[in-house]
């Protein structure tokens, strides 16, 4: 679904209430990232684009093109904002001086400024550049890929503090929606109907390539909106706010699960490197109260030297842990095939637990998993289980393998006995068996798969009716509004001031502009068949109330049947899609059908009576 800031809706508390003026927000009170390697707390930071960020830091203002003025409005868009002329060359060799860069990329524009914010581990480097003009910065994006004395370097755009703590760094893709950070005009925010899918094509196209617009099923006033370049969806986000026919939306960027962060994602293995990091890399636990990374280093320099350690505490549990990396694979696997290790510390001694690091964003209940699956990018002519298990067992026990038919001669898993043979064999990710690169990756057992996939599908569910339940409150404020509008203008005696669309003139149907809307046709209504005797008309009402404002309801008893009507078309069609129901222990089939006229004239009459 599309990224809510606080989780919920527009304007229904998910967000920040912009139409009185600023917000108020807490204060940064960042210091500099000399003065607390690891954080108020503790924790060691993340780093994007080169920038140290830690967990207790608050964004203190917003940094978008519409800025922090007392009033954040979409007419009032700033092409030259902070954020709008800023740019980061990343991936820089440290042999690459700052003198080449700006002197390279002031062939672009005039550069304001040029800061290192990193370097990382002394292989790469993170510059931030400020330039003049925003269009500096757009003809630097246009003109990649880069090369500066032969080496390739990267550039990216700024992101907005939000983005950065939700991860949102690499996608492509943007959901545009009723705004709630700024302030526009009432009763314009949001798609309509009217809007089609070409005039969103044409609203972005200036912004980049568009290659796919869809509409949100579950919020008739958004979409989604696909790039073919990130660049372009950088540089929406950075703008926020847009008018697409005097409707205002806002613009936020949507999590893409194919899109890796390498610098913030290291731990994946692309190429299969045996000498990979993640591969070098050793996690100790239950450490003494008092240990310091030279305790570490002692403990461990015997097989092999140490590159990196650390010793920081765990967010969670605020317990020590280690972690190191070797300057050689075999280090890591002759330091587990000796275990158990115990550290003294003063007169405090403990065996500590030492084992392989588990990737960041693993799912955890893979942690100590035994099942690995495998996938050929290339079939096999005829996939063997004997050159399967061969080539695994050099790892360590292999208990069994199964070879899946579907897609044929290409997947299927091996169960190990031990779950270190697991995690090497996963970390490694990119095999060479039989002439194929094959992929390993960690997997769950059947039956454990199939739970995840029900309890994914019961929550996503769960999601759906949670969205519609918050659509429908939307749907009937806005009802109320617009009959105390009309209420108001007929006692005013203000009826068709400015014509016929003026002031006291008949407010337009939300969905008067949808081509299903026949005006001809008859309404339908939701028809049950067999109602048992015994069943009041008042249970069923207010048991379908839940899909929307029920205008009335109709039981003829010559046939036993009931014609229950909704205030809208939408949420009759959103009620029949669930055909069974169970009211007061009855159980009762729906269907949607037309509206007969004698139901439809004795439910008007009826309506006050019986909920209408």
Request: hydrophobic letters at 35%; aromatic letters at 8%; charged letters at 25%.
């Given at each position: 679904g599309p990224p809510m800031m606080g989780g919920g809706p527009?304007?229904?508390?998910?967000?920040?209430?912009?139409?009185?003026?600023?917000?108020?927000?807490?204060?940064?009170?960042?210091?500099?990232?000399?003065?607390?390697?690891?954080?108020?707390?503790?924790?060691?930071?993340?780093?994007?684009?080169?920038?140290?960020?830690?967990?207790?830091?608050?964004?203190?203002?917003?940094?978008?093109?519409?800025?922090?003025?007392?009033?954040?409005?979409?007419?009032?868009?700033?092409?030259?904002?902070?954020?709008?002329?800023?740019?980061?060359?990343?991936?820089?060799?440290?042999?690459?001086?700052?003198?080449?860069?700006?002197?390279?990329?002031?062939?672009?524009?005039?550069l304001e400024t040029i800061d290192l914010t990193s370097r990382k581990r002394m292989e790469k480097s993170f510059f931030k550049i400020i330039a003049q003009d925003s269009s500096t910065v757009q003809?630097?994006?246009?003109?990649?890929?880069?090369?500066?004395?032969?080496?390739?370097?990267?550039?990216?755009?700024?992101?907005?503090?939000?983005?950065?703590?939700?991860?949102?760094?690499?996608?492509?893709?943007?959901?545009?929606?009723?705004?709630?950070s700024f302030a526009y005009k009432t009763m314009t925010g949001g798609l309509v109907n009217s809007i089609t899918d070409d005039d969103i094509y044409d609203a972005f196209a200036e912004h980049g390539e568009v290659t796919n617009v869809q509409r949100d099923e579950h919020n008739f006033g958004g979409a989604y909106i696909t790039f073919a370049d990130q660049d372009s969806a950088d540089k929406v986000a950075l703008l926020r706010g847009f008018t697409i026919h005097d409707r205002a939306v806002e613009a936020e960027k949507v999590f893409n699960e194919e899109d890796k962060d390498e610098e913030n994602a290291p731990d994946l293995n692309k190429t299969g490197d045996p000498e990979h990091k993640i591969m070098r890399k050793l996690v100790c636990f239950n450490l003494p109260d008092e240990c310091k990374s030279t305790d570490i280093k002692e403990l461990f320099a015997k097989?092999?030297?140490?590159?990196?350690?650390?010793?920081?505490?765990?967010?969670?549990?605020?317990?020590?842990?280690?972690?190191?990396?070797?300057?050689?694979?075999?280090?890591?696997?002759?330091?587990?095939?000796?275990?158990?290790?115990?550290?003294?510390?003063?007169?405090?001694s403990r065996e500590i637990v030492v084992k392989r690091p588990q990737p960041r964003g693993e799912d955890r209940e893979l942690a100590k998993s035994t099942m690995v699956k495998f996938w050929a990018r290339e079939a096999w002519d005829e996939l063997e289980e004997g050159f399967i298990r061969d080539y695994f067992q050099k790892f360590g026990e292999v208990e069994n393998v199964n070879i899946l038919s579907k897609p044929p001669n290409k997947m299927g898993f091996v169960r190990f006995v031990e779950e270190d043979v697991v995690q090497k064999v996963s970390l490694l990710f990119l095999h060479k068996i039989e002439g194929r690169e094959v992929e390993v990756v960690k997997a769950l057992s059947a039956r454990r798969y199939r739970e995840k996939r029900e309890e994914a599908m019961m929550q996503e569910q769960m999601m759906r009716e949670e969205m519609h339940r918050r659509q429908i409150v939307m749907e009937n404020m806005e009802m109320l509004r617009m009959r105390a509008h009309r209420e108001m203008s007929m006692g005013s005696g203000l009826m068709g001031i400015g014509g016929e669309g003026g002031m006291g003139g008949p407010i337009p149907n939300r969905r008067q502009n949808n081509p299903m809307n026949n005006q001809n046709k008859l309404p339908e209504c939701i028809i049950i068949d067999d109602m048992p005797e015994d069943l009041e008309k008042q249970d069923i009402i207010t048991y379908f109330a839940k899909y929307g404002s029920i205008r009335g309801m109709y039981k003829n008893k010559e046939n036993n049947q009931g014609c229950l009507f909704f205030e809208a078309d939408y949420m009759t069609d959103y009620c029949a899609r669930k055909t069974e129901h169970v009211i007061k222990g009855h159980n009762i089939t729906i269907r949607k059908g037309l509206e007969p006229a004698q139901a439809r004239r004795l439910a008007t009459d009826e309506g006050d009576d019986e909920g209408g």
């Open positions: 527009p304007m229904m508390g998910g967000g920040p209430p912009m139409m009185g003026g600023r917000p108020p927000m807490m204060n940064m009170g960042m210091k500099p990232m000399e003065d607390r390697p690891f954080g108020d707390s503790g924790n060691p930071p993340y780093r994007v684009l080169g920038e140290p960020l830690h967990d207790e830091d608050v964004v203190e203002e917003f940094d978008d093109a519409l800025g922090n003025g007392a009033r954040r409005m979409v007419d009032f868009i700033d092409n030259q904002a902070l954020c709008m002329r800023t740019i980061y060359v990343c991936n820089v060799p440290t042999t690459i001086t700052e003198t080449s860069i700006r002197e390279y990329f002031e062939t672009f524009g005039v003809k630097i994006q246009q003109s990649r890929p880069h090369f500066i004395e032969g080496k390739e370097v990267h550039t990216k755009r700024a992101l907005l503090q939000k983005d950065k703590r939700t991860g949102y760094v690499n996608t492509s893709v943007i959901y545009i929606g009723q705004p709630f097989y092999g030297e140490i590159e990196e350690c650390f010793v920081p505490k765990s967010k969670g549990s605020g317990k020590l842990f280690a972690v190191l990396v070797f300057a050689k694979a075999a280090s890591v696997d002759e330091a587990l095939l000796e275990r158990p290790h115990k550290c003294q510390v003063g007169d405090q």
